[in-house]
């Protein structure tokens, strides 16, 4: 019955993200297989890049979600363990239910105020994050003590057009940051190794997965999927293949920070 419970709950969480895509056309929350195609296959990117740190170390996934991201580090990554961390009460439950693995575990954590155990991780990550946080140097404190010495933080933004946009359009984020800025930032804290991105043409056209399928099973069979290929990003390492005058402007989207603490 337990479980019974927690599957109405987790169905109940899936079509409320069915909602607001559908209706709305739009969703702040990563839930797999309820997001735009581009979504879905951006946040799978970096959590697969994250993977590649987090082998037999011990993990914190700050912000995780709906716990996806966390079980790819756990399996994937063949992590150590993996302590997901969700302000979000209803999406660490979804992610207990849908998403728990032998060696990660979920539960509420406010990134300003984490409550854990200085010390305590090898590797942290916190995708999509520090843009929603009214107080980013408490939150970046936090990381840096709740990391080991030369432990590493995953870090990824949006990038603006602007230097500093304390009014982005995005009415989830209080603040954004041009691609060399959020760098400059960052580089208060933590040292950073490397920089990857992920950039799109600026009229990259969005469409969910889940509508591209509900239309196929309403009988539109000749139905195609809407995104087209070159629409969907590649994570790179940023080696200069790219202006700086074109970041941000003519090809859109995020930067992830590889840093080590110090």
């Known amino acids: 019955m337990n479980n019974l419970e927690e599957e109405i709950f987790c169905l109940n969480f899936e079509l409320n993200s069915f909602a607001e895509v559908m209706i709305k056309q739009e969703s702040e929350r990563w ?6 195609n ?24 700050l912000a995780c979600g709906a716990g996806k991201g966390t ?28 998403y728990k693995e ?8 406010d990134a300003l105020n984490p409550n854990l155990e200085p010390s305590s991780f090898d590797v942290a ?7 929603h946080l009214p107080d980013r140097d408490r939150y970046l404190k936090n990381v840096k003590t709740l990391l080991k010495r030369d432990g590493v933080f995953i870090v990824s933004t949006p990038i603006s057009s602007k230097p500093i946009d304390d009014k982005p359009e995005n009415p989830y984020h209080l603040i954004e940051w041009g691609f060399i800025n959020f760098q400059n930032y ?14 799109y043409p600026k009229k990259a056209h969005l469409q969910s997965g889940l509508y591209n399928r509900t239309m196929r099973k309403l009988g539109f069979k000749n139905f195609k ?4 290929e070159q629409f969907i990003s590649k994570l790179e390492k940023f080696e200069n293949q790219y202006l700086l005058s074109e970041i941000g402007y003519d090809r859109i989207g995020y930067q992830i920070l590889i840093c080590k603490n110090r």
């Open 71 to 98: 079980s790819i580090l756990a399996t994937e990554g063949k992590a150590k363990s993996v302590l997901g961390g969700d302000l979000n009460i209803n999406a660490v439950r979804y992610a207990t239910h849908r």
């Open 125 to 131: 990550v916190s995708f999509e994050t520090i843009e």
């Open 31 to 36: 839930l797999p297989s309820f997001a735009h």
């Open 38 to 61: 581009v979504v879905e296959h951006d946040h799978i990117e970096r959590y697969n890049l994250a993977s590649k740190y987090v082998k037999d170390k011990k993990v914190l996934d």
């Open 186 to 199: 960052i580089k208060t804290y933590f040292d950073i190794e490397e920089v990857y991105i992920q950039l």
């Open 102 to 109: 032998e060696n990660n575990s979920y539960q509420v954590i």
């Open 225 to 228: 999927n809407q995104v087209q």
